[in-house]
């Protein structure tokens, strides 16, 4: 009796672990984010190497 409510608590355990991890689509997900947010700043630092010479900035 004790091995069998053991059990189920460990099955319990791994359940909620299983249920907070990520899985393959919010991993992908996220790296999409992320390259959108990569390109981004790549635009907003070109944007700024163009203004700065634009006024003469080095």
């Known amino acids: 009796m ?3 409510i053991k059990v189920d ?3 319990k355990d791994a359940d909620i672990i299983k249920s907070a ?4 689509e919010d991993i992908r997900l996220m790296n999409e984010r992320q390259d ?5 700043l790549v635009r907003q630092e070109e944007d ?6 634009l006024v003469g900035v080095k």
Request: no cysteine; net charge positive.
């Open 2 to 4: 004790l091995l069998v």
């Open 9 to 11: 608590v460990l099955q």
């Open 21 to 24: 991890m990520a899985t393959k």
């Open 36 to 40: 959108f947010q990569m390109e981004k």
């Open 48 to 53: 700024i190497y163009r203004l700065k010479r």
